[in-house]
């Protein structure tokens, strides 16, 4: 392939964010989705859009999205990762941990996860964040617990 064939070729590609994750990624053509997104779609034809919307959604919590169209992740563990949340009920900013999906089929992870949850919910100090709610996400089982966003002061 030659000098300018590869320009062509880069100039083609375009850098795109993926409706449902927020991912970026580069495409050739006018798609749907990053390939992740688009995999899961064709794997599960019976979901609808209102499906692919609440990805980011937990009952009445929404993830917040980045200016870059990411969801806003605020840390990683073994278990899971929590995103920065609003509580769409009450208008609030909170701390959604969310269980990881590979690790959510397992029912001993899911009540470990549980367990975590309601030891956090019942410590009270000013260094500890409190957690508010424990949820299942209807449309795919996923998980959750919010909780107070502690902020630097």
């Not at 599960?44 to 209102?50: D, M, R």
């Not at 840390?75 to 969310?98: I, Q, S």
């Amino acid at each position: 392939m030659g000098a300018e064939a590869t320009i062509q070729s880069a100039e083609s590609e375009r850098s795109r964010r993926c409706p449902d994750c927020g991912v970026p990624y580069t495409t050739q053509q006018d798609d749907e989705g990053c390939p992740v997104c688009l995999l899961r779609r064709a794997m599960q034809p019976e979901a609808t859009v209102h499906d692919l919307v609440d990805q980011g959604r937990f009952d009445h919590y929404e993830i917040v999205r980045r200016d870059d169209g990411c969801f806003d992740e605020l840390g990683r563990g073994a278990m899971g990762v929590t995103y920065r949340a609003l509580d769409t009920v009450l208008g609030h900013a909170v701390a959604l941990k969310v269980i990881d999906a590979r690790i959510a089929r397992s029912g001993d992870a899911r009540e470990r996860f549980l367990r975590e949850a309601r030891a956090a919910a019942r410590l009270r100090h000013p260094n500890i964040a409190s957690v508010f709610y424990y949820g299942v996400r209807k449309s795919d089982g996923q998980c959750f617990y919010a909780m107070e966003l502690a902020t630097p002061t």
